[in-house]
């Protein structure tokens, strides 16, 4: 009769858990740590484009803006200036000097924009974030001799903040651990005979795994894929694990993957040709796909060195 294993102390136990929250957390880190620097790469080294870009809509927006007022016929400017205002939001006004106005905020970004905008209208003309108490975006302009104000309340300036691959990622990350629970429970409660025949060697690998290391084990099979995530999730169903604890450990391991690839999209739908192949946020997110197995590897190792066997 084969002798059974005694059971882990619980000192044993306690240090396992505590190595596996210190793994997770390092990983957690350095992902959060990783996507902020590429985020703020990207900046530095787009910063001058961007600069550019704000300028040219505002040197644009202000030259059609005069350009349409000098060329319309005086008995139809108030009725264009109603147009301006109602269909792209553009308020002219007199430029008097005693307006009170407020600088744009003194960034670097700003100041590149400042002098872009110079070199397209001039360099006396004047952009202010608020008029006489009014905020908005202010460009001193000319129109036959006379001095105005453009407004416009578009906001020129904000960076992007690139909220909505954040949301989308959200529903995939929540979607993709719905779909391995379910996966999870078919296998445990209709195919199970099936799994078992079909994966004998593989559930073989699990189940020493589980009695080794229990929900850690799952939690290093979604971060260093041994073996495809959909047998992964038949295979668990086999297990005694219980649905909570492997729904909550799949959303955990699945995380830091989901947060690199999303990164890597969103990237690669910046593409406009085929220089930006070269681009440092697109260098920067594929660099990450690399390093993400290597350092999940080489974590694990360290502080699990079961999980390696």
């Given amino acids: 009769m084969a002798k059974k294993e005694a059971p882990a102390p619980e000192g044993e136990r306690n240090s396992s858990n505590s190595i596996f929250w210190r793994t997770f957390l390092m990983l957690m880190v350095l992902i959060v740590v990783s996507v902020l620097g590429g985020l703020q790469t990207y900046w530095t080294f ?109 906001k020129l300036f904000d960076r992007p903040s690139g909220t909505s691959w954040l949301w989308w990622g959200i529903i ?8 391995a629970t379910l996966a999870m429970l078919v296998s445990r409660y209709l195919l199970r005979d099936w799994v078992q025949r079909r994966f004998a060697a593989q559930m073989s690998t699990i189940d020493a795994g ?37 729904w909550w450990v799949s959303q955990l391991a699945m995380l830091p993957a989901t947060v690199i690839y999303l990164n890597a999209g969103r990237e690669l739908g910046k593409l406009t ?14 660099t990450l796909l690399g390093l993400l197995p290597l350092v999940t590897r080489w974590l694990f190792s360290r502080y699990i060195p079961s999980i390696k066997k």
């Fill in 210 to 246: 589980m009695d080794r290391d229990g929900a850690r084990y799952l939690f290093a099979l979604r971060l260093m894929p041994l073996f495809p995530f959909f047998l992964v999730n038949l295979l668990m169903g086999l297990t005694r694990l219980r649905v909570r604890h492997y």
């Fill in 273 to 286: 040709s085929l220089r930006d192949i070269l681009s440092p946020g697109l260098l920067f997110a594929f």
């Fill in 172 to 179: 995939a990350f929540m979607l993709s651990t719905l779909g």
């Fill in 46 to 154: 787009n910063e001058e484009s961007i600069a550019r870009s704000i300028s040219q809509q505002i040197v644009s927006m202000t030259n059609l803006t005069r350009y349409a007022l000098i060329s319309a016929d005086p008995v139809y400017r108030p009725d264009l200036l109603n147009i301006l205002a109602s269909e792209e939001g553009l308020r002219i006004v007199p430029k008097e000097d005693s307006d009170h106005t407020t600088p744009l905020t003194d960034t670097s970004t700003v100041s590149l924009i400042e002098q872009m905008v110079h070199e397209g209208l001039g360099p006396h003309t004047v952009l202010a974030s608020e008029v006489n108490g009014e905020k908005g975006l202010w460009v001193s302009l000319s129109i036959d001799g006379d001095q105005y104000w453009l407004m416009t309340r578009k």
